[in-house]
Nanobody
Framework: QVQLVESGGGLVQPGESLRLSCAGSGFTVSDSAMRWYRQAPGKERELAAVLNAAGMTNYADSVKGRFTIARDNAKNTVTLQMNSLKPEDTAVYYC???????????WGQGTQVTVSS
């Protein structure tokens, strides 16, 4: 059974950093396309960062240069390092996984990130 559990959200001030983690079980993170999405109040869900099984990454223009997606194969975890946070980064952040040979995407429950002074 594929499961994803996010952690690391919280309240920070503009300019500070946060690191989100997404722990996977029932599948192998390194053999999957892993994504971080975010959804701000009243807005549609937005793809923030992608890490595919080959190790290639891609970022939304709004986070490029500030966010870094990475994986820890030993822990079967994917992380999102978020630096220079802005109030507009405030959102619920969701981790998703599409394991190789699977036909669907799996989602975590989300973690709240609030950037406010």
């Amino acid at each position: 059974q594929v499961q994803l559990v996010e952690s690391g959200g919280g309240l920070v001030q503009p300019g500070e950093s946060l690191r989100l983690s997404c722990a996977g079980s029932g599948f192998t993170v390194s053999d999957s396309a892993m994504r971080w999405y975010r959804q701000a109040p009243g807005k549609e869900r937005e793809l923030a960062a992608v890490l595919n099984a080959a190790g290639m990454t891609n970022y939304a223009d709004s986070v490029k240069g500030r966010f870094t997606i990475a994986r820890d194969n030993a822990k079967n975890t994917v992380t999102l390092q978020m630096n220079s946070l802005k109030p507009e980064d405030t959102a619920v952040y969701y981790c998703s996984a599409r394991p190789r040979y699977y036909t669907r995407e799996y989602w975590g429950q989300g973690t709240q990130v609030t950037v406010s002074s």
